[in-house]
């Protein structure tokens, strides 16, 4: 980790308009300024970030965009900044499960080897904007044993321990507990205590029916820690809520947070 001084913003304003200029650059400038909004890439050192400028690309993610589908390859690695994925299980009806989600805390997208194929779909939940690395190159850094290789490692590891909360959580956990969770993760990845988002949505993610997140949301809104309206949920009491959703929540992110405070 490190501080960014004027003369880091700079350096990395000439890095993104050599890359511009060079014509084998992504399409709009690279600094570690602006990669450092996802965390992981934040927790590389400036020279191995400065390693990745030429194959990171800046990119808009619009909600509902699939970043890529369930058994089919994987093209690319998406650090969010502020955008939010979702990483959702395809039954063979098409109803879908949430198993994870990925903001500014992490990847969507890790291919250990060429021939890996996704085991669910990534959506765009939040409209945001992101870097994104292909494969073949996040292979290479993998192949070499580096920062990054470490790093995502780690990440892996904590994601795997959120997942296995999220079954244990789906489980022992009331309605309410569950939406807790649910809101939590994304006030989490979120600039704000406003989500927006239809609890009908909220019901597909969880996998239960609506009438069962709409009777939750309002016994909620009646203890004061959300306000519901169309399309939209404020979070109003976020310490209580966390109170209340007791280690359903603080499990998966003490996990979470290992991989945040971690250095390569």
């Known amino acids: 980790m490190y501080t960014t001084t004027a003369n880091d913003t700079a350096r990395d304003a000439i890095i993104g308009a050599r890359l511009l200029n060079g014509g084998a650059a992504a399409p709009a400038p690279i600094s570690t300024i602006g990669a450092q909004q996802n965390d992981l890439l934040?927790?590389?050192?400036?020279?191995?970030?400065?390693?990745?400028?030429p194959h990171l690309e800046f990119v808009k993610l619009s909600v509902r965009q699939r970043l890529y589908e369930c058994g089919g390859k994987i093209d690319y690695a998406y650090f969010p900044t502020n955008a939010i994925v979702s990483l959702q299980y395809v039954l063979e009806d098409g109803a879908t499960?949430?198993?994870?989600v990925v903001g500014h805390d992490g990847v969507a997208g890790l291919a250990m080897h060429a021939a890996d194929r996704a085991s669910c779909c990534a959506i765009v939940q939040s409209a945001g904007y992101g870097y994104r690395l292909k494969t073949e190159h996040l292979l290479a850094a993998f192949s070499e044993g580096g920062a990054l290789a470490r790093l995502l490692m780690r990440y892996t590891s904590a994601m795997f321990a959120q997942m296995a909360q999220n079954v244990v959580a789906s489980r022992h956990?009331?309605?309410?507990q569950k939406l807790c969770r649910w809101l939590l993760d994304r006030l989490d990845r979120?600039?704000?205590?406003?989500?927006?988002?239809?609890?009908?949505t909220i019901a597909q993610m969880l996998g239960v029916r609506r009438e069962s997140i709409t009777g939750a949301a309002g016994k909620l809104q009646d203890e004061g820690m959300i306000e519901c309206g169309r399309g939209r949920i404020l979070v109003t009491d976020r310490a209580r809520m966390e109170r209340y959703a007791g280690s359903c929540y603080t499990a998966g992110r003490a996990a979470a947070l290992q991989t945040q405070t971690y250095h390569a």
Request: net charge negative; charged share 30%; aromatic share 4%.
């Open 42 to 53: 934040r927790a590389l050192s400036r020279e191995d970030l400065a390693q990745l400028f």
């Open 173 to 176: 956990s009331s309605m309410e």
């Open 190 to 200: 979120s600039v704000s205590n406003e989500l927006k988002v239809t609890q009908e």
């Open 97 to 100: 499960t949430e198993i994870a």
